[in-house]
């Protein structure tokens, strides 16, 4: 039977898109495989395709199926891509969740807040330290990025090694947290690496990543060089650059305020798990308001441009009793993530309006990414010497890159984004089966499919408005006159009928000219309805909207 | 009385956004000035804040209530966000219309296709041609822009020569159209310029803009060097680099195809204009299909991700019997506008899975930008040498830092955002009067201001959800049960009654307990089946939806 395990990999979510990752490792005959989970991610709703919706996260149907088989979930960092559905989805997938410290104090509280046993999260230290389960032994591997204790994992198979990298940088000082350590890599490598499974973000960034230290000093001339209030954001996360901007307030002369919740329960995550011992001193909000605006520094939240983050607060005018005046400097010590460029944007022209001197990171100054660059890509293909590549954590546009340039240093690999199961076995990646994967979607308390409809009708809605019309029936004869509710069209001109007027009197009309037969039949008094409705709006207002019937019958 | 004559000019769109411009230039005593507009100018819709509307365009009720006093209506180029909303707003705007012969070709197919009479455009020549028009002389100043026949308006007034730039770059060689003429905006700057109206869009892009020539023998050696099909995409207005990619093609010894209904409407009129006499020869489509694919090269509309556009199409499979394959080359010749990137990106990874090579303007190698950067307005201003400068076309932080800009250099300068009505007049430009601004929706047919609510009920159904109940009383008794109708909410989980279901109960329990004079007031009743769905849609599905009522009253 040994002859026929195998060993194989299953991307849930996160490949073939940026966000929501989760990714199923199995060992065993096919059909019979014993897993472990790595990452229960989420991703962000928008406006454009998922209004209303919370949250987005990966269908779990394929694992919970398997459940008996699943002996734990690992997660790899604290981003809400990695772990922002823990809480959520817990409740469907009960297994040890194993994590390093600060991770493992964000887990806890995500599986508070949803009333889940936050003693099911077990902290581990890093490698060497190893747990083993089933035909796994899992550690944690440190790696550099941009939040406290990210960690790749090294999963011993019978099958040989593979290294998963999670969200990683090369980075010999990143400020919190474990620097760059190509020997400790090139230790773990030794034995020769089947799979190397890779973070493919900044694939298409041709130059060599640049270090979280090299920022400390410009972002110190320009708190120095700035004569108002200096107010910065970043990824609340970020603790090495929320501690860089900190230092750089205090270096320059500033008392330093912390202000947003996000932040505050990070460095307090920070805190607990002993990596900021060393934190400048930062004043409580209630003693800013006597500090002299030029020796004031705020670090709020909002990097992205969410309209209830502080930084959006401020520039709609006062938050907490402080604004921004003239004279004043905004800083993004970030990136706009795509997609988020039109909210940004306003809060930028804001500042504009306001008087306020915005800096972003367009200079490359005041910013640095967490991903590896193509270069650094390149320097760990070459320390892991891995029998084959798999991108993970990407868009296809960049797991096709970033398979291209394994390729072409002679390591085999494939492309497999969400529902590709690759078989890592061999010498050579090989796709062995396709899942059907999906998505979720937290909608107020409940978790729908993505498919279900729900968000659909509201897409139409927004786009086509929509027409409700009541009806009351005694006897298959239309009582009274029929109501028609509008929602969200616009209006005839305004010497004509009103819309809803001239639906209700064609409707009427309509129905009148029907015969018993049809009245008495649901269906074709509704599609009578339906038809009357469709013609009116779209010779009035040219829109096609929504349509409901309420078709209510007294009975004697 | 002509020692109280003022020059004015008020920006009614496209000062503090990028998008539908529409500036007011007036002269006379106050309140009886005679005005020019000049464009007539479109932006676009989102999901994100603008769901189902059709086109934005700026609210002229300020012109309308003027209307005796506007002389004319002049457009200095054909893209939409400068002529977009002519036809839409005509009937409006009852004035003879000035363009060059490019812009009034479409300016003349507009107006046909809005139903209003095309004679109304009255095509002009190039400066030093000149209308004359109440107080005003105007003439239109050859620039070059990323389409045919661009041009700035020369308007000279009893209080000096103004220049209004419209749209431009600096370029030498624009493959189609007018180059960069120095010699001839200093013979017009002769005799001092007054005020100085200035395109800032890429204020903030600090090296010299490049040529349009320069791109050839890049585009050339790309399609010479691809081994499948090449398919191009750029904005179908920008003749000049249809012509330069299709040269590219015919050069690199391929086919050319035009495909996308708006390139071949562009390049119509530029044939009608004259300018293209030597554009490289096209095939048909039909002929197309014996070419072998290594031979052949398309020219697609959709360089901005929009769904029906032939670049989307041939993304998801099949366009005119025409489809990509793996080893063929997708290039954008174009940037992508703010906003657009997710658009975008749904189409790179679409060719990425096909296995197609998609190549983008990241490099600076395929496509030059249409607008002056810094270093060239900074040019611009010391050739016109104005007495102010007035920093229009640019969000918010594009006018501020233009302005900044000119300042830097010793010229007056002020930020008139929308409404901001500035005195050019004097030695330094002022804000004289405060105007309100607003935007109409085009909506189906209807054209609706932008707070009339239609679209905001529309957000909160896309948001929200919707339930509407219908009841019928008689007698101040509930007569049968409620109706509840579900618009766009999650299920209930499956072991529950429906949402539906509980909803009709509650609201048919809350109606049965109340007291008769309740039952008699539509006011009381609404307001009770507004608490009982919003209680039990926020215990059931965590959603506040957009709640309607309607109540029949059976009456004898």
């Given at each position: 039977m040994s002859k026929t395990n195998r060993l194989i990999f299953l991307p849930l979510g996160g490949a073939g898109e940026i966000g929501m990752n989760m990714y199923l490792y199995g060992y065993g005959p096919a059909g019979k495989e014993r897993y472990i989970l790595v990452d229960v991610g989420v991703t962000f709703p928008t406006m454009d395709g998922t209004p209303g919706v919370d949250l987005i996260m990966p269908d779990t149907a394929y694992i919970e199926a398997r459940l008996d088989r699943l002996e734990a979930i690992f997660i790899t960092h604290a981003h809400e891509d990695h772990i922002g559905a823990l809480g959520h989805l817990y409740g469907r997938l009960d297994v040890p969740i194993y994590t390093r410290k600060f991770t493992g104090a964000v887990a806890r509280a995500k599986m508070e807040e949803h009333g889940?046993?936050?003693?099911?999260v077990e902290v581990i230290g890093k490698w060497p330290e190893q747990v083993e389960l089933g035909p796994f032994k899992v550690g944690f591997m440190p790696v550099a990025h941009s939040i406290p204790e990210a960690s790749g994992l090294v999963i011993d198979t019978p099958k040989g090694r593979i290294v998963h990298t999670g969200d990683f940088k090369l980075d010999?000082?990143?400020?919190?947290g474990e620097a760059y350590n190509p020997e400790l890599y090139r230790e773990i490598a030794k034995g020769g690496v089947q799979a190397l499974v890779c973070?493919?973000?900044?694939?298409?960034?041709p130059i060599a990543g640049r270090s979280e230290s090299g920022l400390g000093d410009n972002i110190t001339k320009l708190m120095k060089d700035a004569t108002g209030m200096v107010v910065a954001t970043t990824f609340a996360s970020n603790v090495a650059r929320l501690k860089t901007l900190a230092q750089a307030g205090v270096d320059s002369g500033r008392s330093v305020v912390v202000l947003g919740r996000a932040m505050k329960k990070m460095l307090g995550y920070a805190n607990f798990a002993g990596l900021i011992d060393s934190f400048p001193p930062v004043v409580d909000i209630e003693d800013?308001?006597?500090?002299?605006r030029g020796s004031l520094m705020l670090l709020v939240t909002g990097s992205q441009g969410e309209r209830r983050a502080a930084s959006a607060q401020l520039a709609n005018g006062k938050y907490l009793g402080l604004e921004m005046r003239e004279g004043d400097t905004f800083l993004f010590s970030s990136k706009t993530i795509p997609g988020n460029e039109i909210g940004v944007g306003r809060i930028v022209n804001s500042y504009s309006e306001m008087g306020v001197k915005v800096v972003d990171d367009n200079s490359g100054d005041y910013h640095v990414s967490g991903h590896a660059n193509r270069p650094d890509l390149e320097e760990i293909h070459g320390i892991f010497k891995p029998k084959m590549l798999i991108p993970m954590h990407g868009e296809h546009r960049h797991l096709r890159a970033h398979s291209e340039l394994a390729e072409a240093k002679g390591i085999a690999s494939i492309i497999a984004a969400n529902g590709a199961m690759v078989?890592?076995?061999?010498d050579k990646p090989k796709i062995v089966e396709n899942i059907q994967t999906g998505r979720l979607y937290l909608d107020g308390k409940r978790l729908i499919g993505a498919f279900d409809g729900v968000v659909l009708e509201r897409m139409r809605l927004a786009m086509r408005g929509g027409v409700v019309v009541s009806l009351l029936l005694e006897d298959n004869q239309q009582i009274g006159e029929s109501w028609a509710e509008v929602l969200g069209l616009p209006e005839t001109e305004s010497n004509q009928p009103s819309l809803q007027e001239t639906l209700e009197r064609e409707i009427d009309a309509e129905l009148g000219k029907a015969k018993r037969g049809l009245l008495a039949d649901d269906d074709q008094v509704e599609k009578a309805v339906l038809r009357t409705v469709s013609r009116v709006c779209k010779d009035l207002v040219g829109k096609k909207p929504v349509v409901k019937v309420l078709i209510n019958r007294l009975v004697e």
């Open positions: 889940q046993n936050s003693d099911r010999p000082d990143p400020i919190v973070d493919s973000t900044n694939v298409f960034s800013a308001r006597d500090i002299p078989d890592l076995g061999g």
